[in-house]
């Protein structure tokens, strides 16, 4: 019986070690940082590379990092049914034109899925959803703000029940923004709706798994968890 054959390495065309492409695509991502920041900084640690190398690692890997990331977590919490979701949209300019941002956060603050469309109507509302919920699984309640999108998405999907709408209660998205408007800052906006889409996915991933809540744990927990989402990055691909 022949032995099933190992995946080829991702890495194997490039002559750069994989863990300098991973730290490239980490400081890209994770940090508001331009592409020629992270070129600078890099130069500093020794390595010698230009700003496109940047954009090409970031393109080329940041989906497959971010894939392997959100595969892991999902197949974790595929179980877990007591969930509290969010939904919220968000306007990002693009070449001038207004464009939306879906957004579904869960009751930790870590960001599900992100979906961009042209318009916030019903036929976009229930794109988003179907795509959340086959992805991750029903939750037991869904909090939104009062966009009657939402509503009638929800009544066709049959969980128009579960839909909850509160002057602040859907705060916890509404504050998941924050990150994800610093990072547009520094790329100084987008050009197209499939770069939108992919950063938003990529950027959605690597902040989930890097995001401790150190504000509500003590320092020693904190640097456990910080030391754990670091060697599951690295061990990405591997």
């Known amino acids: 019986m022949p032995r099933p054959r190992k995946p080829a390495s991702p890495f194997r065309y490039f002559n750069s070690a994989p ?12 940090f508001p940082l331009s592409l020629r920041n992270v070129e600078d900084l890099l130069f500093e640690r020794g390595i010698d590379l230009c700003h ?3 954009r090409l690692w970031w393109n080329r890997f940041g989906p497959l990092f971010a894939g392997e990331v959100r595969r892991q977590r999902v197949s974790r919490m595929r179980g ?38 042209k318009t916030r ?12 919920l086959k992805r991750h699984g029903s939750p037991e309640a869904i909090t939104t703000d009062g ?12 969980n128009r029940e579960k839909q909850e709408v509160g002057r602040w209660a859907n705060n916890r998205v509404e504050n ?10 520094a790329m100084l906006r987008f050009r197209q709706m499939r ?4 950063f938003a996915s990529v950027h959605a991933n690597v902040h989930n798994l890097f995001n401790h809540e150190r504000h509500l744990v003590d320092r020693q927990t904190y640097k456990q968890r910080r030391s754990a989402a670091l060697a599951e990055w690295q061990a990405l691909a591997s």
């Open 19 to 30: 863990e300098v492409i991973r730290l490239v695509v980490l400081m890209y991502v994770r």
């Open 52 to 54: 496109e190398t940047v």
């Open 80 to 117: 877990y049914r007591h969930w509290r979701w969010h939904l919220d949209e968000m306007y990002v300019k693009l070449n001038g034109e207004m464009v939306y941002l879906w957004r579904a956060v869960d009751q930790e603050g870590e960001i599900l899925e992100s979906y961009v469309t």
């Open 121 to 132: 109507d019903k036929k976009a509302a229930l794109a988003f959803m179907k795509k959340a």
């Open 147 to 158: 966009l009657r999108s939402y509503g009638a998405a929800l009544s066709e999907l049959g």
């Open 176 to 185: 998941s923004h924050l990150p994800f408007r610093r990072r547009e800052r």
């Open 195 to 198: 770069t939108l889409q992919k």
